[in-house]
């Protein structure tokens, strides 16, 4: 069921928002557009590329579409990030991360007088998660908790600005060990002419530091350390001395990746089938901060959707997220000017949003995109999903077994000769190395259908030897060949219909059934364009006519992909060992009685194997190790017809 042509037809050209609903009423995706008519019409009309519409599966799942007009696109963004957050649509990119990493706060300054608070004279820098519109200056973000409060400790030691909170600092009578220890000038206590000038220097400072203007302020810290010096206020001349040393003592430890300090957020994308990390690195005055990762699961959108999801919802997290100068993409995104314009209001300042392709940005990019393959690889590491992908790959193959048990084969050689073939066993979507196994091709040379026939043939006969002599013993006495070649749920065949044609006739051959009751089987064809990368590989069925197209970034499709994969790295290993030793033989291996010490001697002696020949009986015989009756068989050998 879709669309009717009639109700496409009759929605609004103007911008706005557009949701799609299933059969049951509930919303599968949210979309924005400059004109909602033209693009609503390109799900259903064979005009939008991106493969979960072009297959057709987010147009057969909808059956009814609401609109909603608004005023310009950027408006239509706004709104678009704000439906998603609350519908969370099956087929839009959700984020799974919603905490907020931490930010330092500044407030402002004010001058002493009768209705000032003590607190907005002597403000503080404090940790918070919230940004709120109140004037304060507000620094970040931290990834980490531990982070942040290292800053605030390296400030509060090194710049004299009070720690404890104002309800303490209205109410606290006399100083406190900060005061004690000269971290703090003592504002709490009325018997102190605390200089509201000076501590207002000392606030001028921090933020200098925290917006990495390092230099800037260690010229000031110098130029005030000598003014006190002349002075003759010694003391205060060597804590200025002091902060310097810390200043420069962090700027040799930070991380500048960037020598134009611009604020730039960095977006990075790593995925594995429908499984996708997106990182995002805060880079404040060429200075890397951290980053922030966010899982996507079930995700078959492209790499520029997902991107662009992530970054309208991102930004959406917290008013007043703190945003940089620069929102910096690995690809180009649709929408990024009305992108730059949203964030632009949110922000109060410009801000741009680019896909470089060159120079220091892209990068910059390259170290986000590694930072989130990074982070992908951690993630499914500690939480293995290979099983994950077994339904599906059932349900999408109408396998009769669930798959928890699936061999591949390979074949290789070179130009026909050297045939061997490879097995690679998955257990739950898994690679299971113990159960690899090689074979040697003995009945063909340069026919990969009937290689594959015999591979099969041997595999299973000898599954079935296995599984026979296993039955003769008692169930407490098995010795775990039986398991070890026992029958696998699903065999994968790296190949066309000629490869699977054959792997079926071997299993009716040995008496095993295909399907329900037997083996599932199927095989595995590559791309036909391996330049443009737009044809899917093709997986073809027993007894079906037409090959299966996956679908691209899904997890079944990533398990057969690496199943494949493997068992041609495994095949071609075999293939490249057994060549090299070929080439390394010799025609003295196949003679009775020459092994490998006796063959070394005679080589030394003679040569080589046309020196060996050359000699006469009594030469050869005189060579350590070998007789007169293995001379006489290794002359004969070589003499021979079959030898020359």
Known sequence: MTIADNILDALPA????????????????????????????????GQDERYVVAAGYLPRAAVNVETIVVADEKAALLLE???????????????RDDKQYLVLRVAPTAKPSASTSLAAVFPRVEVGRHIRNDGARYFGPYHSASSARHTLKLLNRHFQLRTCSDNVLQTRGR??????????????????????????????????????RDQDLVTRLRARMAQNAENEQFEQAAALRDSIAAVERTLAKQHVVQDDFVDQDVWGIARQADHAEVVVMFIRHGKLLGQRAFAQKNQELPDAEVIRGCIGQYYQLDEGMLVPSEVITPEPLEDAEALGEWLTASAGHKVRVLAPQRGQKVRLIEMATQNAAAQLTSRQQRMPEGADALPKLQERLRLANVPERIECY???????????????????????????RKFTIKSVTNNDFEAMREVISRRLARAQEAEGKDEDKADGDRNGKADAWRLPDLIVVDGGKGQLGMAVAAMQEL???????????????????????????????????????????????????RLRDEAHRFANAFHRQTRSKAMLG?????????????????????????????????????????????????????ASPEKN
Request: glycine share 10%.
């Open 14 to 45: 103007e911008p706005g928002v557009y949701l799609f609903r299933d059969a049951d009423g509930v919303v599968i995706y949210v979309g924005k557009a400059k004109s909602l008519r033209v693009r609503v019409r390109q799900y259903f009309r």
């Open 175 to 212: 100083t406190c060990l900060q005061y004690q220890i000269k971290r703090c000038p003592g504002p709490c206590a009325s018997s102190l002419a605390v200089d509201a000038a000076a501590y207002a220097e000392q606030v001028d400072d921090v933020v200098m530091f925290l917006q990495g």
């Open 586 to 638: 010799s025609e003295l291996d196949g003679i009775p009685g020459v092994g490998p010490a006796r063959r070394k001697a005679l080589l030394v002696r003679f040569g080589s194997v046309r020196g060996v020949a050359a000699a006469s009986e009594a030469d050869i015989a005189a060579t350590a190790g070998i007789g007169p009756a293995l001379a006489h068989t290794i002359a004969t050998a070589l």
């Open 511 to 561: 008496g095993i059934a295909v399907g329900a009751g037997g083996i599932d089987i199927v095989s595995l064809a590559k791309e036909r364009d391996l330049q443009s990368g737009n044809a899917p590989d093709r997986v073809y069925l027993h007894a079906a006519k037409d090959a299966i197209e996956l679908r691209r970034n899904t997890a079944e499709l990533y398990l057969l992909a």
């Open 410 to 436: 390979d074949i290789a050689h070179t130009q026909g000769t050297g045939t061997v073939a490879s097995m690679v066993t998955f257990i739950d979507g898994l690679p299971e190395k113990s159960l690899y």
């Open 81 to 95: 990030n704000s439906l998603i957050k609350q519908h969370r649509p099956r087929f839009n990119v959700k984020l």
